[in-house]
């Protein structure tokens, strides 16, 4: 209702040397609107807020045209959580969905591009599945825009132990997003600029894109003149060494950073050099609430199969009493016996299958302990799997996707896969069956390595091949080379499909040991 006050406001912060001023849109999607009766004027808010930032930097660029200014549209996390239940006493309850935070941030979205935003910011994540669900919306504007803007990723650590609300630490939130290939990570919010430091230069170590800051002035004081206590020049100094000692590219304010803040840091680092990208090696890189990375050097990696109802009789049992609590407790012992992963299949003819996956996921992500690690989402369905996806903060992997149903299925799961951050395991298994020779799964395991690097863009490292390993020690003599053929096709996909996993559980030996590996 007053454009000319948030225009004069963007002003003053161009005027004192910022080069990106963020749309007054933090809360403009209609989850947040609904509480004043405003949801359906999110659209048009968020068109109006880009526009009144677009002229403010439109009128800079024309005063100075050797120094270019841009408008961040702003994505803030609305006031809920798809991760935690607000209710203690029923932790597998959600007071929103993936599905409704994405049409939610697909409308904010789509006014800000429209309203001339140049880059989408999606700032201040404190649930790390909200940020998600913003960047599969902000890919599915851009696809039917036909456009293509800079996206920029800000968590916020919300105390000292250093991690996100929901639990995550700097580098499982930096593996958790960094399939949207963002032009940036970062955080801003919550702690002053010398408590964030530390989790900043985590970042910086581990990030192979720009790193970007923009802390509070301190904590909050009612009693101070802008709410927070740290002047102008107390955070410049601050901020100035971490670009001395090369942890930056991008910097700015938050919460009570005035004009003179954003005037004092940009003179503090104007002539610093900015970080320079590191070149870090690919790995397979998943998380929990903490990161689990699979290089040249890890050991074979265990995944738990008793939180699966076709492996494990008293985990299906535990289920279909609707006993989630004591089904936790396997999943608990999982855990604490080793497993660096937990593998969750609920594909029971008794069950509803997509009910049951959110249902359990819902409650593992109140249990730190069990949370901490991955999730292997595994299914033969593929609305389970999809389901099981749109319920992990975390980076998890897809248990499994194949070319069974052809190359146009294949593909499109592939692309939802990687859409939603997920590495997968792909079978070897075609159009004709499962690969029962050495030739035929090496022939399959390269088709699909093709297909997912070359034609999906999915990166090698996320794909965990299974060549089939079948029964063994059986005493069929059809069955007496299964496992040689299973050995020699692994040495095949690590010497000539660079980068890729193998994963094996032996049919017949995997569910009674309750464990499945890969490497």
């Not at 040397?17 to 659209?43: H, K, V």
């Amino acid at each position: 209702t007053q454009p000319q006050i948030i225009g004069k406001i963007h002003e003053e912060y161009l005027e004192a040397g910022a080069d990106i001023i963020e749309t007054n849109t933090f809360n403009a999607q209609r989850i947040s609107l609904a509480d004043y009766g405003m949801e359906d004027l999110a659209y048009e808010m968020n068109v109006a807020a880009a526009k009144i930032a677009r002229a403010a930097a439109d009128k800079w660029n024309k005063k100075t045209p050797d120094k270019l200014r841009f408008v961040a549209g702003a994505v803030g996390p609305t006031n809920r959580t798809a991760s935690i239940s607000p209710k203690v006493s029923d932790p597998g309850f959600r007071n929103t969905s993936f599905d409704e935070l994405r049409e939610a941030y697909k409308e904010q979205v789509g006014g800000l591009v429209d309203g001339g935003a140049d880059i989408i910011l999606i700032e201040t994540v404190f649930d790390t599945l909200n940020a998600k669900a913003a960047g599969v919306a902000t890919l599915e504007v851009f696809e039917e825009k036909d456009v293509e803007l800079p996206i920029m990723i800000s968590g916020t650590i919300t105390d000292e132990s250093g991690r996100t609300l929901t639990g995550q630490t700097a580098e499982a939130f930096w593996n958790s997003v960094r399939h949207a290939e963002p032009l940036s990570i970062g955080f801003n919010c919550a702690l002053g600029a010398d408590k964030l430091r530390q989790y900043v230069e985590e970042l910086a170590h581990k990030a192979d894109v720009y790193i970007s800051a923009h802390p509070n002035a301190g904590l909050p004081n009612p009693l101070s003149e802008t709410g927070y206590d740290e002047t102008p020049e107390h955070i410049a100094a601050e901020i100035l060494s971490w670009a001395k000692d090369g942890i930056l590219n991008i910097v700015g304010g938050c919460c009570g950073t005035t004009p003179p803040h954003i005037k004092a840091i940009a003179d503090a680092v104007r002539t610093v050099r900015p970080r320079t990208l590191p070149k870090i090696a690919p790995q397979c890189r998943l998380a929990g609430l903490e990161p689990l990375n699979i290089g040249p050097d890890s050991l074979f990696v265990n995944v738990g199969e008793r939180t699966n109802v076709t492996g494990s009789a008293v985990f299906k049992k535990l289920i279909l009493n609707n006993e989630y609590d004591k089904a936790l407790d396997v999943a608990r012992q999982q855990v604490q016996n080793g497993a660096q992963m937990i593998d969750v299949n609920m594909d029971e003819a008794m069950l509803d299958g997509e009910k049951a996956m959110t249902d359990f996921l819902h409650l593992i992500a109140s249990e730190p302990e069990i949370a901490r690690v991955p999730v292997m989402i595994d299914s033969s369905k593929w609305s389970v799997l999809e389901a099981g996806l749109k319920c992990v903060q975390g980076k998890p992997v897809v248990n499994s996707i194949s070319l069974k149903e052809g190359e146009e299925k294949f593909i499109e799961q592939a692309r939802a896969c990687r859409r939603y951050g997920a590495a997968v395991v792909v079978m070897a298994f075609d159009e004709i069956g499962q690969a029962d020779t050495l030739q035929r799964k090496q022939e399959i395991c390269a088709r699909c390595y093709r297909l997912l690097t070359e034609k999906v863009g999915f990166p090698a490292e996320d794909i965990i091949f299974d060549p089939n390993i079948f029964a063994i020690a059986t005493g069929i003599e059809e069955h007496n080379n299964y496992a040689v053929d299973y050995i020699e096709a692994t040495r095949e996909i690590r010497q000539r499909l660079p980068h890729a996993l193998v994963s094996g559980g032996v049919s017949n030996v995997s569910f009674i040991a309750g464990v499945r590996l890969f490497w």
